[in-house]
């Protein structure tokens, strides 16, 4: 919904810093992209994750942070960085323990035995060094490498270890959007299976107990026509491949996924998206969120 201009005003504007009153309820995002309209969403979202919002004197990083009248925004002007995004990838959120990431598809999530090539690990360490040769990141978990989507690291071995140890109790939700081939007759539904890896780094699906990783999938179905269909689908469990060899299981390959059974290439890359991260913050136990847009790609798909 569109936020009426006239119903939020500036309250003043002194000291690099931007005073805004909140006169009716508002989702942050919307009432800045209302209030500051030379700021694209992505100069928004980097004023949100370099700690440049407040509300009510809290500094506030999630976009969706919901607003009631008589609060007041502030925007910190004089901690801007301007800083180029790293290629491949973009930080959506970054705070002095983690960094969270959108990586594009077609980039590895880091370095396997035979692929030493650029991955979002190599790139987003090369980008904080260039800060301060002393700082690091380290990975927390991957995306293959044909899914977009969001990803987190670490800045320290501690935040790492916190998180690895707590992964199950710290992630909240794991939500991915999927286009996949025919029209899923079933609106929702829950794969569960055994997978295990062949010689040829290919996943298989096993319905026998124990016969190799438990893996537990739920879908449901957003959009469909006679050619696709676009699933929410979430994460119980996160295996190799496993959305992947869950959707050829209910006989709907992902699209672009030749490896996986599909016979359908729409939109040149694999339809496989990693929308939604929650987790609950591993040193000020804050509930974080981070969710992006479905890709246009996909949605062009069902016009």
């Known amino acids: 919904m569109q936020i009426p201009s006239g119903k939020i005003k500036h309250k003043m504007e002194k000291d690099n810093h931007t005073y805004l009153e909140v006169t009716e309820p508002a989702?942050?995002?919307?009432?800045?992209?209302?209030?500051?309209p030379t700021k694209s969403r992505k100069d928004i979202k980097s004023?949100?994750?370099?700690?440049?919002i407040s509300v009510d004197t809290e500094i506030i990083t999630q976009f969706n942070h919901p607003l009631a009248e008589g609060q007041q925004v502030v925007v910190n002007w004089e901690k801007v960085l301007i800083e180029e995004q790293p290629q491949g990838l973009t930080i959506v959120f970054e705070d002095p323990y983690i960094m969270i990431i959108e990586k594009q598809a077609g980039l590895l999530s880091i370095a396997t035995a035979t692929e030493k090539e650029q991955t979002a690990y190599s790139i987003?360490?090369?980008?904080?060094?260039?800060?301060?040769?002393?700082?690091?990141?380290?990975?927390?978990h991957r995306l293959d490498r044909e899914t977009s989507g969001v990803m987190m690291f670490a800045k320290s071995e501690k935040v790492q270890q916190l998180l690895q140890k707590a992964w199950k109790e710290a992630v909240l939700e794991r939500t991915y959007v999927v286009v996949v081939e025919g029209m899923v007759t079933k609106e929702e539904g829950t794969i569960t299976s055994w997978l295990t890896e062949s010689k040829a780094f290919i996943m298989y699906s096993s319905r026998t107990?124990?016969?190799g990783q438990k893996a537990i999938t739920h879908y449901r179905v957003l959009k469909k026509n006679k050619h696709y269909s676009l699933l929410e689908v979430k994460l119980e469990t996160g295996r190799k491949n496993q959305i992947r060899v869950h959707m050829k299981d209910i006989g709907h390959s992902v699209i672009g996924d030749?490896?996986?059974g599909a016979t359908k290439h729409p939109i040149g890359r694999i339809g496989l998206h990693a929308r939604v991260l929650a987790f609950k913050h591993p040193i000020t136990g804050e509930v974080v969120r981070y969710e992006t847009d479905i890709p246009k790609e996909f949605l062009n798909l069902f016009k």
């Open 27 to 36: 989702e942050l995002m919307k009432f800045l992209m209302v209030k500051l």
């Open 47 to 52: 004023l949100l994750a370099h700690r440049q």
């Open 209 to 211: 107990p124990n016969d």
């Open 258 to 260: 030749k490896k996986y």
């Open 124 to 140: 987003l360490s090369d980008h904080v060094k260039k800060r301060d040769s002393k700082n690091k990141v380290f990975v927390l």
